[in-house]
């Protein structure tokens, strides 16, 4: 397969979670969001000659995603920009401000965690396999586990507490 047929399938197969990733390490916020996904297709664009395949493709595509993501972050705290806090549109279903303040603090709690669990839960959140993630990770999948129960717990905590 040519190079641009591959990064076709890529681009489709692995837009909307990447975009979705993305829009949890930006707490919502569509347009940081899809500025960081348009970059994370650039370097993928820009590295696939070099894929090894040592690892699947998609964990690939995450840790390109993350390390992005990471490096937009690190870019705007050291700029000391100001961070604006959106959340999801959530139109798909009726207006329930309860809801939507658990949502608020939900995200608020999340972007208190340390970068390594902050990936962890988003990639939780987005469905991947623990075998994925803990590639990803660099971790056991036992490790993981155990990881993502005690994020579980603390945000749990935070979202009931409001401490955050």
């Known amino acids: ?3 641009q047929k591959l990064f076709n399938q890529i681009f489709e197969n692995h837009y909307a979670k990447v975009f979705r990733l993305c829009k949890g390490y930006f707490n919502g916020d569509d347009s940081l969001a899809a500025d960081a996904c348009q970059e994370v297709f650039i370097k993928i664009w820009e590295c696939l000659g070099g894929f090894r395949q040592e690892a699947s493709l998609s964990t690939w595509v995450y840790r390109i995603a993350v390390n992005t993501c990471l490096m937009h972050l690190r870019k705007r705290s050291r700029s000391k920009e100001t961070q604006t806090y959106a959340f999801p549109n959530l139109a798909a279903t009726p207006y329930s401000p309860e809801q939507d303040q658990q949502v608020q603090r939900l995200y608020a709690c999340i972007n208190t965690l340390d970068d390594k669990s902050k990936m962890i839960i988003l990639m939780v959140l ?6 994925e993630i803990a590639e990803v990770v660099g971790v056991t999948e036992e490790n993981l586990r155990v990881r ?4 579980k717990k603390t945000l749990t905590q935070c979202v009931n507490n409001g401490k955050f």
């Open 148 to 151: 993502i129960h005690r994020i």
């Open 1 to 3: 397969m040519d190079q």
């Open 126 to 131: 987005e469905g991947l396999a623990y075998v």
